[in-house]
């Protein structure tokens, strides 16, 4: 029993839907809602944008959105013991929420075209909702977010999926989000507003393996969705399954037992317990190697990030004109999962990993996470690296996705699904552990031990 | 199923034997470890404490074990929305943990009688194992932690119960600790040292129901045991209990539907996600209304705790004499859980609240926890607060319980249990839930989702 996993099934059934007379073309859907609106989007100088004031932290005269502030860093974990850097600061719970309803027994999600100023591609599908506390207290004065009462207390809903989740951990300090699927009877009538429609998981899915279509919010909730478990009292849909996805599937039905989970339950508390981090808010004057004046707050030898200004008109968002800042990563960032038939299942190799805007210190991240801008160097690079350049024939999905396109600017990650060979012998550190996708589900679901990256990579192996 | 809840029938079977060979008087044990030593714990100002320094912090200019750090808190929950405050900072996540063991059948728990120089009572039953990362690396030069290999990564264990688990919230900051229960085989030889005996569960029970004798790391780990759900297909040792033991029994084997558990955690992630906290670390100088000085850190007017020196003289741990400072609150500290026969159940009421400390910023306390320092009077008292004076024949339990006494001088907290008459009505904010012991015992072992303070308090329902 999974007591906080419903639906399991149904989900499933719906990803073995590619096509849906709701959405008959969801790339064109895409399309046209990009074409509906306009966008412009411009990089201006910080000291230029309106209401905000740079000092010992980068903040709205308000006190309202967040702030970007100095974080002084000390872990044992990597090879770098102490640094400081700038981070983003918004300690309030978002909620990122998806509607799914049943149209002729088939689950589908309501998808909403989105408009976010950083990513690359403007216009993605994201989760039904994706409100900050600001957004929907309307500290901006903007519209109502549409759907939001599906997802408020006190309303009626079938919660398919309810849990706190880590946010970029890198980027944001202790950032959670509440990531819901609810689903609202087959009677009961949804409204579909303009930018919103109605896609099946298999349209997803193949949006997902597509990239840069479905962003990092939409990714997150569809992370925690699980196909339970194979019965064979039950209709099974995995049958459908072809190639790769049905070594996926079945990796996601495998049974866990509850030795395994608890063993690696153990496993991870050892590693969490194993590694010191020391994380102190500092003055972003009193950063050692960074650079805050009117342009950017910058690394002085350009490396990490940078965090700059931007200016955004839109005419598709709550309100039309804004400024902000954003935080730019270097270009070249790249997340993998490293998979391999183990005993004739499909693991995948974990990593446990500090990273200092984790709520909870340590969480699974994928097999590589890799940013050119941390390393100094080839020499400085994280374990397993050579593996973003494994074979062709090795790979199984190669896919840019974007990062929080409301926070980050031109975030776009790399995402990469390597199978190795049955013969071939890895050899990874003591904070690297195999596991099935059903075991990965399974921890997502307790909450804070899945990272962000992992789980977007895991939203591409529905 | 509850993967991580491992020999709940054996739990329940060790609680109904009040009696064992192994130590035929557990009140006579305590006793007698506590003559054996000799302790001399004694007041010293701040200033005199050899390796401490008190500037923007209180610490040891080695920069090991803790640090005293100043906090400035903001927050929508509670009347007072912002305030000032030192807490403790120690990063690690420490060991807190018990082997159980079988003799003759029944589970026996091997206690430590420990002296911890802030308790009012020295010595007490403590885990069998209560090491922070300085402990068992030791940092202190002192000698080895024994029985710490049992609850180590790589060693031959069974575990019961192992999970991260918040410690005091307004004392310290995102202090996490590991409460693990292994189990040995029954041929393995475990040695049993000087200061160490086994005790039943029962045993254990008749402790903490007389008070102070079991401290509160124990009680933390002993939080942690499930009874498991009743099953009419196994042994059951419900029926031995009697009176309110056998209601308590009850409430912790009533079953948790997946709905229950599922509308509960959606609840409280409402509540996580309705109120806001910002903490900030500063200068033990820049805090209002608190003074620095030799001699303490601590309140203009007296209120909230003070920081304290001490030195300690003993002969019975591992370092015979050692300077430290310590947190000691104003007198009177109570917590109390109110229950109520609801449909044939014992339920108990839960608090959902904010405390700076959390690492998850809100958890699950009792329903009354009440500190007489944090109030400028009557007024400011927490909710519910009335039924601390509850008529006599309403409660069930009323013991006085340390807290952590390496940290807390002197930090008695009442405990408090109140059964309301089943017609009795009381009215609770939207932030008050009631539950089962099953179901408290449940997000227990989700993570940080129960306060300590309410985990004392279940420790001393089983």
Redesign the interface.
């Known amino acids: 029993?999974q007591?906080?996993v419903?639906g399991a099934d149904d989900f499933l059934a719906s990803a073995m839907v590619s096509q849906s007379p709701l959405t008959p073309d969801a790339d064109a859907f895409l399309k046209e809602r990009e074409a509906s609106a306009s966008y412009d989007v411009e990089r201006v100088p910080l000291a230029s944008l309106p209401n905000w004031h740079l000092g010992d932290r980068l903040s709205r005269a308000d006190g309202k959105f967040f702030t970007i502030e100095g974080l002084s860093v000390r872990t044992d974990f990597g090879p770098v013991p102490h640094w400081y850097q700038p981070i983003i600061n918004q300690?309030?719970?978002g909620?990122l929420g998806i509607i799914v309803k049943r149209f002729d027994g088939v689950l589908h999600f309501l998808m909403q075209a989105k408009m976010e100023p950083g990513n690359t591609a403007f216009v993605q599908y994201a989760a039904t909702v994706q409100a900050t506390?600001s957004n929907y207290q309307r500290v901006h004065g903007g519209r109502a977010t549409p759907y939001l009462e599906y997802f408020l207390?006190g309303t009626r809903r079938r919660?398919l999926f309810?849990?706190?989740l880590s946010e970029h951990g890198f980027w944001y300090l202790y950032k959670r989000n509440?990531n819901i699927i609810v689903e609202v009877p087959e009677d009961e009538d949804v409204p579909v507003h303009e930018d919103f429609t109605w896609l099946t998981l298999g349209q997803l899915r193949h949006q997902l393996l597509l990239g840069n279509r479905v962003n990092m919010n939409a990714r997150t909730v569809l992370s925690g969705i699980a196909y339970g478990v194979a019965d064979g009292d039950r209709p099974s849909y995995a049958g459908q399954a072809d190639g790769f996805h049905a070594e996926l599937v079945k990796s996601h039905r495998t049974p866990?037992s509850?030795d395994d989970?608890?063993?690696t339950?153990?496993?991870l508390?050892?590693q969490?317990?194993?590694f010191?981090?020391?994380v102190?808010?500092t003055s972003l004057r009193d950063m050692d190697e960074w650079i805050c004046d009117d342009d950017s707050i910058r690394h002085r030898d350009g490396r990490i990030f940078d965090i700059i200004g931007m200016s955004v008109q839109a005419t598709s968002r709550e309100v039309g004109t804004w400024w902000q800042p954003m935080l730019e990563p270097r270009p070249g960032n790249a997340v993998a999962l490293i998979c391999q038939r183990r005993a004739g299942v499909l693991q995948f190799l974990l990593q446990a990993t500090i990273q200092p805007g984790l709520?909870?210190r340590l969480e699974l991240g994928p097999t590589i996470q890799f940013s050119p801008g941390y390393h100094r160097g080839p020499e400085d690079h994280p374990p397993l690296t050579e593996y973003l350049d494994a074979p062709e024939s090795w790979i199984r999905l190669d896919a840019i996705q974007s990062e929080d396109g409301g926070r980050f600017s031109k975030a776009d990650t790399r995402h990469l699904v390597v199978e190795l060979p049955e013969d071939h012998e890895i050899e990874a550190p003591d904070n690297y552990r195999w596991m099935t996708l059903g075991l990965l589900g399974r921890l997502t679901h307790?909450?804070?031990h899945v990272n962000v990256e992992a789980r977007s990579l895991a939203a591409c192996l529905l």
Chains 1, 2 share one sequence.
């Open positions: 029993m007591p906080e419903n300690p309030e719970i909620i506390q207390e919660v309810d849990q706190l509440r866990t509850a989970l608890s063993s339950l153990t496993w508390f050892d969490k317990a194993k010191s981090l020391d102190r808010r709520t909870d307790f909450g804070y």
